[in-house]
C-alpha cells in the first residue's frame, strides 16, 4: 500500500525554472524523506526531514514539512536538464510497537527541456 | 562502502516456473527491504528484516512469495509458480536502525522479472 501521495503527477518545465512537488500523507512520522529515480535504475536518497523540523535545505533542494496538515513539498531551484527523473517522499511512520517501515508515495515524474 | 548489489539484473522466466533473487546490503546496516515497482508507479513494500528478523510482510503478498536473511547479512527472495502479474521490478534496500534513529535507505538498482 502506498502511503504518501505526490501531486502533480508529472511536470514538465524550461531549464533554469524552479520545480516544485507536494507529498501528503497520513499517519504521523518521525520523519520524511524524498528520493530521486532515474528510468530503470534503484532510488537515490536526497533529503531527510525530521518531525520537528520545518524547513531544510540542501545544495539546490529545499524541502518544507508541515505536520499539522500532513504535507511536505520538495522545491528545485535552477533546474537542469539531468534534474529529469521521478521524484518520491516516503515516511518514516511512527508505531507505538517499535517497529515501522518506510513506504512511499506515488511520485512526480519531472522532465526538464534543455 | 561498495552499495547494495541485487544480482541477477533481470530475469526472463516462463509462467508457472520458480525464481530467486538476492540482495547484498552495505555491510553495516542492519534493516534490509524488499519492494516491489511497476511502470510509473511508486515503490510497493513487500517485506523487511532488521538482521535476520522478518519483521513484517505485506499483507498483499501471496504464500507463492517468501523472503530469508540467514545470518542477518544477504537477503533471498522466491517467487514459487510464478505469473504474469509478477512481472516488476524488485527492489532491495539496506539501511541502519538504533532505537528510535534510522538512517535514510540505500536502494540497489533492482532485478527486473519479466514472466512470459
Known amino acids: 500500500s502506498q502511503q504518501g501521495e505526490e501531486d502533480p503527477q508529472a511536470l514538465s518545465i524550461q531549464e533554469g525554472e524552479n520545480a516544485t512537488m507536494n507529498c501528503s500523507y497520513k499517519?504521523?512520522?518521525?520523519?520524511l524523506q524524498w528520493y530521486r529515480q532515474n528510468s530503470g535504475r534503484g532510488l537515490v536518497h536526497l533529503i531527510l526531514?525530521?518531525?520537528?523540523?520545518r524547513e531544510k535545505h540542501s545544495g539546490r533542494l529545499r524541502v518544507t514539512l508541515d505536520t499539522s496538515k500532513k504535507s511536505s513539498s520538495l522545491l528545485i531551484t535552477a533546474s537542469r536538464a539531468a534534474d529529469t527523473a521521478s521524484y518520491f517522499c516516503?515516511?518514516?511512520?511512527?508505531?507505538?510497537?517499535?517497529?515501522?517501515?518506510?513506504?512511499f508515495g506515488t511520485g512526480t515524474k519531472l522532465q526538464v527541456i534543455p | 562502502d561498495t552499495g547494495v548489489s541485487q544480482n541477477p539484473r533481470h530475469k526472463i522466466t516462463k509462467r508457472g516456473q520458480n525464481v530467486t533473487f538476492r540482495c547484498d546490503p552495505i555491510s553495516e546496516h542492519n534493516r534490509l527491504y524488499w519492494y516491489r515497482q511497476t511502470l510509473g508507479q511508486g515503490p510497493e513494500f513487500l517485506t523487511y528484516?532488521?538482521?535476520?528478523?522478518?519483521?513484517?510482510k505485506s499483507r498483499l503478498l501471496s504464500d507463492r512469495f517468501s523472503a530469508e536473511r540467514p545470518k542477518g547479512s544477504f537477503s533471498t527472495l522466491e517467487i514459487q509458480r510464478t505469473e504474469q502479474g509478477d512481472s516488476a521490478m524488485y527492489l532491495c534496500?539496506?539501511?541502519?536502525?538504533?532505537?528510535?534513529?534510522?538512517?535514510?535507505?540505500?536502494f540497489g538498482n533492482g532485478t527486473r522479472l519479466t514472466v512470459t
Open positions: 528484516f532488521q538482521n535476520e528478523a522478518q519483521l513484517e
Open positions: 499517519t504521523s512520522i518521525n520523519n
Open positions: 526531514i525530521r518531525s520537528n523540523e
Open positions: 534496500a539496506s539501511s541502519f536502525t538504533e532505537g528510535v534513529y534510522n538512517s535514510p535507505l540505500h
Open positions: 516516503a515516511t518514516d511512520p511512527i508505531f507505538s510497537g517499535g517497529y515501522q517501515k518506510v513506504t
